[in-house]
Structures are given as C-alpha cells and as structure tokens.
C-alpha cells in the first residue's frame, strides 16, 4: 500500500538522536531554524499550540478580537479561546480553501489585536492583497503567520515579506519537518522574545525523574512506531485499525481535540532533548525536501489538469505541504483507492465555527463548512517518486470512470 504521509526521519535517526541528544542541541535547533526563516533564534514548544498559547498569555490579552481562518487546525481556534480572547472567523472562497483577501477585509476593524495568515497546505495567500488590507484596516495588529504545516513563510519578494511580527511552525507527526512533537515560534522583537522565553522556562517542566524516564521511553518508541506505521508490512494493518476501530483515535482525533476547547494535559512539560536532534538533522536537509515536494506535486498538477481534473490555483509556487483535490463524495474516492492499494489523507476536514464548542458560529462560515467535506489530500511525501504519483493518477482515472459521481 502507499502511505498517506511518511515522517521526514528514518528509525536509525531516531535511536542515534535519542542516543547522542543534548541540551545545546536544542539551542543549536533554535538558532538554525530562526536563521533559515530570517527570524532571530526560534523557541521550540512541546506543541505549536503551546507557542501560541503563550504568546497570547504574554501578550496578556483577554477578549481581544484574533482574526483567523475558518479552514485551519482547531487548535489555533482553541488557544485563541483558552487564553480567553475572541476568535473571528474569516470563510474561505468557494473554490479555494485559503481565506482571501476580502475575507480577511470583512473580519478586521479597530478592535482587531491578531491577524493569523494561513497559507493552508502549503499555498500562499493572496499576499499583495493581505498587505493592502493589513496597512489600509489593521496597521497596528500583531501579525502571526501560521507556517504551521505550511513552513510557507513570504518571500523576500512579497509585499508581505516584512509584515509578520511572528511566525509559527509545527513539529508533529505528518509536518514537512517533524520532531515527532512540537512547534517553534520566531518572534521579531527581541524583548518580547526575551518575555516570551522567560514565560516559557518559568512555566514549562521537566517531568520528575521517574516520570520523565517513561515520557523518553515513550517517545523512542513513539517514533519508531512512527516511522514504522506508514511502512509494510505494519502500514496495512494500521490503516485497518485506523478504518474500522477507534484505538488510533488518541493519536488522530484526540490529538486536535475535536471534541470541544481543549489543549494537551502535558502542553506545558518540556520536550526531551533528543527530538531536538531529530530536527536538527533535517534542517541539513530541509531545501532538499521541498524541492522533492514540488517535483512530485508539480507532476501531479500535470497529470490531473491534462485529464480534467480541477486542481487549485496559486501565484507564487507552493510548498506542498500536502496535494489537496476537490472531489464529489469524499467517503467513496478514499474507500475505491485504499481499494487500490493507495491511502489518502483528509487533513482538516472541518471547519473550526462548526466544530464543537463552538456553537455561536456555527454555520458562519458556509464555503469553509462546504469544502471542509470535500477534499482529499494525495501521498506527495519526499521518497514516493514519480512512478507513484503516475499509479495514483491513473487509479483516480480509473475511479472516476466507474463512479462519475463521485468526482466534480
Ligand atoms: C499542526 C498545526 C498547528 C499546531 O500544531 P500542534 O503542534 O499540533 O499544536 C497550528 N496550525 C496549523 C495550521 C497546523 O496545521
């Protein structure tokens, strides 16, 4: 079968960093990974949520109004709520998932403290646009952009370029980089930098001993499980327990806290040292995977597109942090290609004001709402090579000829 995603490191990397992992590596990982985004030293987090969490605790805002995208992970939407400020949500267009320009426009007022740009899966939002409504309607609002799975900051070129006041990633299972847990912030101001540091070494623990040797073992073999679930001979089995039981669920489901507000029990314990190694070593090679992501997504656009299949438009090239399409009936094309040997994913399939707990907006954001369950994202992880890609495609072609309804 051909996994959905596999993770950006191999088990030997997991044992040697688990072996090898010291403190500096985490100060070494913070100074690399600001210096490639043209960012100050970065902060790692045990989760991104926790980043933002913390900003906004340092910030010390309550009821302040965040601007965010209706299409994204529920854990931004939940730690605007859990720090007690108010998130507004902006729809996507109906033919797009990322949130325009005039979206974006409609949700931003005086009263507007945060704006967080989104450039879900990895496609760039409108970035001339947002810049022209962050300077005409928000010229004095904080600025996170959310390269969460993205990793998609603006280019030197963009007139967006010098706008983010910060910017977050995420580290977890199935990002483009991944230290099986966590996230970095990089911040512009270096005395918010220093408060939101101090903020986070005050607050975040390490486990006491006998805890904290269980939590490594854990992780150890968390990423080794890892790494071993989206290959054979485990991969078909997992995806089996994945289909039909709930036991994956506290890794999945669980995981976004999709049953109302909520953030990780152990949110604030400190991350072992050796996940900072892990991502280390895939910073050395971090140009690498985003060119091989573009490789086999650009092959994709052109097999889809030359047999008339929609695909999304962009400007500016994404990073590809999945390959969405847009299909009739979700359910069907996952069941007939896991049929065919392929798994695909459906990252984010809802939108946050439907969501439990958020019953005040619900249905507030109809195009969000609709093409919440309507994509798929396809395998385009670095390793899966062309000929892959050439096997989803014509199994898509396949399906599609014996279930025309089940495409647009
Ligand atoms: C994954 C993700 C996050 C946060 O990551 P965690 O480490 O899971 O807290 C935030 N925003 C977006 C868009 C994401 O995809």
Redesign the pocket.
């Known amino acids: 079968m051909i996994p959905r995603l596999r993770p950006p490191f191999t088990a030997g990397e997991v044992v040697t960093t688990f072996r090898t992992g010291t403190f500096q590596d985490i100060a070494a990982f913070e100074t690399a990974f600001g210096e490639l985004f043209g960012f100050p030293r970065g902060l790692y987090f045990p989760?991104?949520?926790a980043a933002l969490y913390v900003l906004l605790r340092v910030l010390g805002w309550t009821e302040r109004e965040i601007v965010i995208p209706a299409y994204?992970?529920a854990?931004?939407s939940h730690a605007v709520v859990l720090t007690g400020n108010r998130p507004r949500f902006g729809d996507c267009s109906p033919h797009h998932f990322n949130m325009p320009a005039d979206h974006l426009a409609a949700q931003v007022s005086d009263r507007t403290a945060m704006i967080i740009p989104?450039p879900v899966f990895g496609y760039p939002v409108d970035e001339a646009e947002y810049a022209r409504v962050l300077t005409e309607q928000a010229p004095g609002a904080f600025v996170l952009f959310?390269a969460?799975?993205s990793f998609a900051l603006p280019p030197k070129s963009s007139p967006l370029f010098h706008r983010p006041d910060a910017a977050?990633f995420?580290?977890?299972l199935g990002?483009i980089m991944s230290t099986l847990?966590?996230?970095m912030l990089l911040l512009r101001d270096r005395d918010l930098h220093r408060e939101v540091q101090a903020y986070r070494d005050g607050h975040f623990q390490v486990a006491r001993p006998a805890a904290e040797y269980r939590r490594l073992v854990y992780r150890l073999v968390y990423g080794l499980a890892a790494w071993a679930a989206f290959r054979e001979p485990w991969l078909t089995p997992v995806d089996y327990l994945e289909q039909k039981t709930s036991l994956l669920n506290c890794f999945t489901k669980q995981y976004y806290g999709l049953t109302g507000p909520s953030l990780p029990d152990d949110m604030t314990t400190r991350p072992p040292q050796f996940q900072a190694g892990l991502g280390l070593s895939q910073l050395a090679k971090y140009d690498k995977i985003i060119a091989e992501r573009r490789r086999l997504s650009r092959h994709y656009a052109r097999l889809l597109q030359a047999d008339g299949f929609g695909i999304f438009d962009h400007q500016v090239e994404p990073t590809y942090s999945h390959f969405p399409l847009r299909v009739a009936q979700r359910t069907g094309v996952l069941q007939e290609l896991q049929r065919r040997g392929i798994q695909a994913g459906r990252l984010i399939d809802y939108a946050c004001p439907d969501l439990p707990g958020y019953e005040a907006f619900q249905g507030s954001c109809p195009n969000a709402s609709r093409l919440a369950r309507s994509l798929i994202n396809l395998p385009n992880w670095p390793g899966l090579g062309l000929h892959r890609v050439e096997r989803v495609v014509t199994a898509l072609i396949k399906i599609r000829q014996k279930f025309p309804e089940y495409f647009l």
């Open positions: 989760y991104g949520r994204t992970c854990v931004v989104t959310d969460a799975h977050l995420g580290l977890g990002k847990y966590g996230g």
